[in-house]
């Protein structure tokens, strides 16, 4: 199985974990099981603007997946989205030629 590195930046510090996982289909859903825990763990307005985030890189050290916090704490302020699923970012292997 694959083996994958998970970086959570959160209020300035860095915790990195690694994990086996069967695919790369399952980082990003995994990502986002431990921001959720994090935010439980933590204050989640404190750590949607902390700028926390979730990056997830293969062994290979591509990005994979990313997951901020800001999109998983909902937004009393403005309307309401009709989506229940948080926007996930999947950046694509960008390079100089």
Excluded: C, W
């Amino acid at each position: 199985m694959p083996t994958f590195r998970f970086e959570t930046v959160q209020f300035g510090k860095t915790r990195i974990v690694e994990e086996k996982l069967s695919s790369a289909d399952l980082a990003s859903p995994r990502a986002l099981e431990m921001a959720h825990a994090a935010l439980v763990a933590e204050d989640p307005a404190g750590a949607a603007q902390s700028g926390s985030i979730i990056k997830v890189y293969d062994a290979a050290g591509y990005l994979v997946a990313t997951v901020n916090f800001s999109d998983l704490v909902r937004d009393t302020s403005g309307p309401r989205s009709s989506s229940s699923k948080a926007p996930i970012e999947e950046p694509g292997v960008m390079r100089s030629g």
